[in-house]
Nanobody, 124 residues
Framework: VQLAESGGGSVQAGGSLRLSCAAS????????MAWFRQVPGKEREGVAA???????HYAGYGNSRFTISPEDAKNTLVLEMNNLTPEDTAMYFC???????????????????WGQGTQVTVSS
């Protein structure tokens, strides 16, 4: 399975973006999936994740502003981001793994498959 992100772009503070992560093939297996982000010179950090049971997990800074959800019919994972701030500027990556990630949804090593990323830039 390969992942491809899309939907990044440039917005002003307070704006919204909808990121998509498309899987290259349909699978009946359960997956743990997540969005991470990275700013140059800093470590990659978790944004939001869905575990095996479809339970969402959110990093503290994104809670109530971000929503992660699956579009099963399209083999796609979506991240809705609202009320964006310049601090949200980063490259956003999609990640997936066939193991349950619920115990560590924002641990990078829990994910075996990564996309190439999509850039999000928020101006003040």
């Amino acid at each position: 399975v390969q992942l491809a992100e899309s939907g990044g772009g440039s917005v002003q503070a307070g704006g919204s973006l909808r990121l998509s992560c498309a899987a290259s093939e349909y699978s009946t297996r359960r997956w743990g999936m997540a969005w991470f982000r990275q700013v140059p010179g800093k470590e990659r950090e978790g944004v939001a994740a869905l575990d095996w049971f479809g339970t969402p997990h959110y990093a503290g800074y994104g809670n109530s502003r971000f929503t992660i959800s699956p579009e099963d019919a399209k083999n796609t994972l979506v991240l809705e981001m609202n009320n964006l701030t310049p601090e949200d500027t980063a490259m956003y990556f999609c990640a997936a793994d066939c193991h349950d990630v619920g115990a560590g949804p924002f641990v990078e090593s829990n994910y075996a498959i990564w996309g190439q990323g999509t850039q999000v830039t928020v101006s003040s």
